[in-house]
């Protein structure tokens, strides 16, 4: 990733949730539409290891503070007895 993309992924980052997933619904509108199917045509190249990581690594960010702002939400009840 070119260090001008990762200044933008920086500046998401600190975006509230909400306005994450807005901008990641506009951006699958904009280049994420896939090939039609039987076109012949490959969509985009395939996942590396270090792709799913990072995916992953932003999905479980995104959830931790998802739960800080609203903890009762939580699917993990701590100290249940």
């Not at 799913?52 to 800080?68: G, H, N, P, Y």
């Amino acid at each position: 990733m070119s260090a001008k993309a990762q200044v933008v992924l920086e500046q998401i980052r600190a975006l509230p949730i909400s306005d994450q997933r807005a901008l990641l619904l506009d951006l699958e509108q904009r280049i994420g539409q896939k090939p039609a199917p039987g076109s012949g045509e490959l969509y985009g190249e395939p996942l590396t290891d270090e792709d799913i990581e990072q995916s992953a690594r932003v999905t479980f960010q995104m959830l931790d503070e998802e739960e800080k702002q609203n903890p009762r939400r939580s699917c993990v009840r701590r100290n249940r007895k």
